[in-house]
């Protein structure tokens, strides 16, 4: 018996191994879409936790979620990684109105921007300019603007494809608008909200006073689209227009919070590391459901994914679920800091960062020999309809691991719903869809089994099709 026993498993071992690269992808999404884990994971993260922003008590709660979820699935070594990061609350729900001169008053919809000031606490009152950059401010000068608050109000611009694109073309007026209406003696900023549609939320995000001393910065906060096209149409119709506002955000020292990093341990190079991530904190206006919960059940399941496909990695994989991606990018550069200081040789890192949406392919900060090894693996993924393979950027998380000889990537979903959600009270379970979640970790999946197969140093017409 025990003979029979050892035949049998040698010959499951031959049968393993003599699987097609088409065999193993399709177990992989056959595993994802019947059997998967994503959708249940990313239920109770959003649901029972909910928004989790850096310092705050639901971060902690995700914490202590993601590390007993990891350990649940019998990975060879799961532990937490210290990282200071900002805290920042909201404090009270933000109100804000605009006044005509003939002291009608009509009420809006604005949030905070992450790591603004308070307001009075009786609120701000003043006239208002509207720009659409920081070359409009300095044409209109201290004298046009102090004492007034800047309404910047351009636009994601509608006709890019990418809409990835489209928001890094006016992020900026968010990110840098209170520091450069500053310069000018502006008191407050009103931001359009980074969004391509037209609706009544108002949609949070970081912003900074880079080194502007305390008693110089001023408040800034998102306006819904809705309202910015009503603030800029009334502007027309009444340059005396007021604009009041009402934010009561504080900003207190960091705190400690951890990264969770779970690791399978390789079976041949146990000293090259994959990482595949997301980020578990989140803005607070919602439950972080898009950005990032689903990068992070996606890359949870990777490590699960292969496990139950049978699958032995040559290489250790890492899952990092990275803290304060969102104002901070703290978690992301303490690990790479760590790696350094270990001098451990990451070969190979991808990030889930872009939304649960349906998966069309990765961007790649590689090598040109390592993205024409991906673009051998194209038939790979064509029955899974993933088609977009293009040189780019990667993850703000997984940036920091960059070297001259390893592989970054990012997953793309499909875009053109993202900015609908993102940063807003509306990012929450119900806009995510199971299968859609499911296929972008099965994809995630294959892309971490090719490399880890055929390695990061390609040979020659390596196609990768076959074994």
Same mark, same amino acid.
């Given at each position: 018996?025990?003979?029979?026993?050892?035949?049998?498993?040698?010959?499951?071992?031959?049968?393993?191994?003599?699987?097609?690269?088409?065999?193993?992808?399709?177990?992989?999404?056959?595993? @994802? /879409?019947?059997?998967?884990?994503?959708?249940?994971? /990313? $239920?109770?993260?959003?649901?029972?936790?909910?928004?989790? /922003? @850096?310092? @705050?008590?639901?971060?902690? !709660?995700?914490?202590?979620?993601?590390?007993?979820?990891?350990?649940?699935?019998?990975?060879?070594?799961?532990? =937490?990684?210290?990282?200071?990061?900002?805290?920042?609350?909201?404090?009270?729900?933000?109100?804000?109105?605009?006044?005509?001169?003939?002291?009608?008053?009509?009420?809006?919809?604005?949030?905070?921007?992450?790591? *603004?000031?308070?307001? &009075?606490?009786?609120?701000?009152?003043?006239?208002?300019?509207?720009?659409?950059?920081?070359?409009? =401010?300095?044409? /209109?000068?201290?004298?046009?603007?102090?004492?007034?608050?800047?309404?910047?109000?351009?636009?994601?611009?509608? #006709?890019?494809?990418?809409?990835?694109?489209?928001? %890094?073309?006016?992020?900026?007026?968010r990110y840098s608008g209170a520091?450069?209406?500053?310069?000018?003696?502006?008191?407050?900023?009103?931001?359009?909200?980074?969004?391509?549609?037209?609706?009544?939320?108002?949609?949070?995000?970081?912003?900074?006073? $880079?080194?502007?001393?305390?008693?110089?910065?001023?408040?800034?906060?998102?306006?819904?689209?809705? $309202?910015?096209?009503?603030?800029?149409?009334?502007?027309?119709?009444?340059?005396?227009?007021?604009?009041? !506002?009402?934010? *009561?955000?504080?900003?207190?020292?960091?705190?400690?919070?951890?990264?969770?990093?779970?690791?399978i341990t390789g079976s041949e190079?146990?000293?090259?590391?994959?990482?595949?991530?997301?980020?578990?904190?989140?803005?607070?206006?919602?439950?972080?459901?898009?950005?990032?919960?689903?990068?992070?059940?996606?890359?949870?399941?990777?490590?699960?994914?292969?496990?139950?496909?049978?699958?032995?990695?040559?290489?250790?994989?890492?899952?990092? =679920? !990275?803290?304060?991606?969102?104002?901070?990018?703290? %978690?992301?550069?303490?690990?790479?800091?760590?790696?350094?200081?270990?001098?451990?040789?990451?070969?190979?890192?991808?990030?889930?960062?872009?939304? %649960?949406?349906?998966?069309?392919?990765?961007?790649? #900060?590689?090598?040109?020999?390592?993205?024409?090894?991906?673009?051998?693996?194209?038939?790979?993924?064509?029955?899974?309809?993933?088609?977009? !393979?293009?040189?780019?950027? *990667?993850?703000?998380?997984?940036?920091?691991?960059?070297? $001259?000889?390893?592989?970054?990537?990012?997953?793309?979903?499909?875009?053109?719903?993202?900015?609908?959600?993102?940063?807003?009270?509306? #990012?929450?379970?119900?806009?995510?869809?199971?299968?859609?979640?499911?296929?972008?970790?099965?994809?995630?999946?294959?892309?971490?089994y090719l490399f880890d197969k055929?390695?990061? &140093?390609?040979?020659?017409?390596?196609?990768?099709?076959?074994?």
């Open positions: 018996m025990k003979k029979f026993l050892l035949l049998l498993l040698a010959l499951s071992s031959i049968t393993s191994y003599s699987q097609t690269d088409q065999e193993i992808l399709k177990k992989i999404y056959s595993q @994802s /879409l019947t059997n998967g884990k994503s959708y249940e994971w /990313l $239920d109770y993260l959003s649901n029972q936790i909910g928004g989790r /922003l @850096s310092g @705050s008590i639901q971060a902690e !709660f995700a914490v202590q979620w993601g590390k007993e979820e990891l350990e649940k699935l019998g990975l060879d070594k799961v532990w =937490l990684q210290e990282v200071m990061v900002p805290k920042w609350v909201r404090g009270a729900k933000e109100y804000a109105f605009m006044e005509s001169s003939k002291k009608q008053t009509t009420n809006v919809n604005i949030c905070a921007l992450g790591g *603004s000031v308070a307001t &009075n606490p009786l609120g701000l009152k003043a006239k208002v300019i509207e720009v659409h950059d920081f070359k409009a =401010l300095e044409k /209109l000068g201290e004298e046009q603007i102090k004492g007034k608050i800047v309404f910047f109000n351009r636009p994601m611009q509608e #006709d890019l494809i990418s809409t990835f694109n489209a928001y %890094g073309g006016c992020v900026n007026q520091v450069e209406a500053a310069k000018y003696g502006a008191v407050g900023v009103i931001v359009r909200s980074m969004n391509l549609r037209l609706d009544d939320l108002p949609h949070t995000g970081s912003m900074t006073y $880079d080194n502007l001393p305390i008693e110089k910065r001023i408040p800034a906060a998102a306006i819904s689209t809705n $309202d910015a096209e009503l603030l800029s149409t009334s502007l027309k119709l009444d340059e005396n227009l007021e604009f009041y !506002f009402k934010q *009561s955000c504080s900003q207190y020292k960091d705190v400690l919070s951890h990264n969770v990093i779970g690791e190079f146990p000293n090259e590391y994959f990482v595949v991530g997301g980020h578990l904190d989140s803005w607070d206006l919602g439950d972080g459901s898009h950005d990032d919960g689903a990068g992070v059940v996606q890359s949870m399941d990777v490590l699960r994914l292969l496990k139950a496909s049978g699958i032995k990695p040559k290489r250790s994989i890492r899952v990092v =679920l !990275f803290m304060n991606e969102e104002n901070g990018l703290r %978690g992301g550069n303490k690990y790479a800091e760590e790696a350094k200081r270990k001098n451990e040789n990451h070969v190979f890192a991808l990030e889930s960062d872009a939304g %649960g949406f349906t998966p069309r392919g990765f961007s790649f #900060d590689c090598s040109d020999a390592n993205f024409n090894q991906v673009l051998s693996w194209k038939p790979l993924f064509e029955p899974y309809l993933i088609h977009y !393979f293009e040189k780019g950027g *990667s993850g703000a998380d997984v940036g920091p691991l960059k070297n $001259d000889s390893n592989v970054l990537a990012g997953l793309r979903p499909d875009s053109q719903r993202y900015f609908d959600h993102h940063h807003a009270a509306n #990012d929450t379970f119900d806009a995510v869809n199971k299968r859609e979640l499911e296929l972008g970790a099965a994809t995630m999946t294959a892309l971490v055929y390695g990061t &140093n390609p040979l020659p017409k390596q196609s990768g099709v076959k074994n």
